[in-house]
C-alpha cells in the first residue's frame, strides 16, 4: 500500500504541490519525452534552448532540475520566467545564466580533480543555500557526527539472515503470500500544513491505482498497468515517462514492502546505524533497470524495517528521499506500519492509515488508463 502512495508522493513532491498552488512548472509534461521510441532524444531534441546539457537523454534534464532546487533549497522560479507564463527556455533570469556557469564549472571540478567522477555536485557547496557561506562552522551548527558503522570490524549478517527476520518478524511467508490485493485509505499531512486524503487499489505483482483529494478539493489520479503509467489532473492525462515511470513501477510493487529487497539487485548487508534509537542492520540494493539504489535500515532486536532511503542519481549529484515506518499493527496475519514519515527535499510528509484491507476482489480495469473527462484540456 504504501508503495503506490510512495510513487504519489515522489511526484506530488514536484507537480502536486505545485498543482495545488495553481503553478505549472514541469516544463516536460506536455509532450513526453519519448512517446514509445527506441532511441531516447537528447536534452537538444526535446527542449528549445540547451547550451550546457548538449547530449545528455532529456529525461535526464527534469531529475537534475529537481536536484538544483534541492540543492539550492529554492524552486524552479528561481532560475526560470513565470510570468507571463512559464518559459523555462528562456534566458531572462541572471540566476539561470549564473547556473549555466555554475554547470561549467562544476564539470571541470570533476573533470580536473576527481577523474571525470560527480564527486563534486551543487549541494557540496551550496547544501541547500542559494548562497553558500564560506564561514567554518560553530559547534552547534556542525551536522551531527554519523552513526553508520561500516561493515569493517563488524560481524554483519547475511542478506538472507536478515531479510528472513524481517519476514518472520511480519507474519512469515507463507502468510505472506496469501496477499494478492491491497485497498486502503489514509491521511496524508506535510510539513506546509496540508492535509490531503489518499485512496489506494494495488494487484500483485504491481498494477496499482491511487487517488489524492487534495485540500482544495482537486483530484489528482495516478495508475500503473505494469507496463505504462499515467497521471490525471485537472489539467488532463499525462503519460508517465524516463525517470518518473521508473519511480511509478518501482514503488508500485505489490512486494514491495512484503518483501522489500525482492526487486533490488546487488544486495549487500553494509553496517549499522541508528534510526530512532534502534540499532538496524543497513542493506543495500540497486533497481536493476535505473538509476535509483535504496538502504533498508531493519531493527537488529525486531526485525523490522525502520527506514528505506532512496537515492536517485541525476546529472550531478544524487537525490535523497526518505521513509520511516512506526506503528506495527497486524491485519489478516500480516504486520503493517500505520504511521510512515517520508523526508524529501521539498517536505516531510506523515501519513497514516485510516482503513487497509487485503484480498479484496479487484478487477484489472481499475487499472487502465484513467478516461480523459470533456473539457479536461485534453
Ligand atoms: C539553479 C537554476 C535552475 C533551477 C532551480 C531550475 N532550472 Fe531548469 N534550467 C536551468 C538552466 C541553466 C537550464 C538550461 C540548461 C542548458 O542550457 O543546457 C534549464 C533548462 C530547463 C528546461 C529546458 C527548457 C528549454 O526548452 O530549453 C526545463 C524544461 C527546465 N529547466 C525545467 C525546470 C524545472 C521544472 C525546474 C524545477 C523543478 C527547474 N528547471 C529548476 C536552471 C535551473
Ligand atoms: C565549488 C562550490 C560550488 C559549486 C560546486 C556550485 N556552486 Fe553555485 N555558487 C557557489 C558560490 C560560492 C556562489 C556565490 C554565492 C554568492 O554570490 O553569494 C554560487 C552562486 C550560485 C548561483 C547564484 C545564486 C544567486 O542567488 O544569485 C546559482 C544560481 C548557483 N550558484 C547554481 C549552482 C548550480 C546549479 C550548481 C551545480 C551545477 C552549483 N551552483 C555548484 C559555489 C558553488
Known sequence: MRNSFLAVLTLLAVSALAFAQGVQKTGAEKEP?????????????????????????????????????????????????????????????????????????????????????????????????????????LVEEKPKPPQFRSARGQQLPSV??????????????????????????????????????????????????????LPNGQVREQVFNGAAGWIKTARGVNEAAGPELAALRINSRFDRDLMPASGLAHTRVIGTDMVDGHECYVLRGQDPDSDFS???????????????????????GPLGDSTEYSDYKEVQGVKVAF???????????????????????VDDSKFARPATQAGSGQ
Open 33 to 137: 519525452v519519448h512517446p514509445g521510441t527506441a532511441t531516447p532524444k537528447t536534452a537538444e531534441q526535446a527542449f528549445k534552448n540547451i547550451q550546457s546539457l548538449k547530449g545528455v537523454p532529456a529525461e535526464q534534464l527534469i531529475p537534475a532540475m529537481q536536484y538544483f532546487n534541492a540543492s539550492l533549497g529554492v524552486e524552479c522560479n528561481f532560475c526560470h520566467v513565470t510570468q507571463p507564463q512559464w518559459a523555462p527556455d528562456k534566458d531572462d533570469k541572471e540566476e539561470k545564466r549564473r547556473a549555466r556557469q555554475m554547470i561549467a564549472m562544476t564539470q571541470s571540478i570533476n573533470q580536473g580533480h576527481f577523474k571525470g567522477q560527480p564527486e563534486v555536485g551543487c549541494a557540496t557547496c551550496h547544501g541547500g543555500l542559494s548562497h553558500p557561506r564560506s564561514v567554518a562552522p
Open 294 to 316: 535504496e538502504r533498508l535500515y531493519f531493527d537488529k532486536q525486531s526485525g523490522l524495517l525502520l527506514r528505506r532511503a532512496s537515492v536517485q542519481r541525476t546529472l550531478f
Open 160 to 213: 538472507e539472515e536478515v531479510v528472513q527476520a524481517y519476514e518472520k518478524a511480519i507474519g512469515g511467508q507463507p502468510a505472506i503470500q496469501k496477499l494478492s490485493t491491497r485497498t486502503v485509505k489514509a491521511t496524508l499531512t506535510t510539513s506546509q500544513g496540508q492535509t490531503l486524503q489518499i485512496e489506494l487499489v494495488q494487484k500483485a505483482p504491481d498494477k496499482t491505482r491511487s487517488i489524492i483529494t
Open 339 to 361: 504511521t510512515t514519515r517520508r523526508s524529501t527535499p521539498e517536505t516531510v510528509v506523515t501519513r497514516k492509515l485510516d482503513a487497509i484491507e487485503f484480498n479484496q476482489t
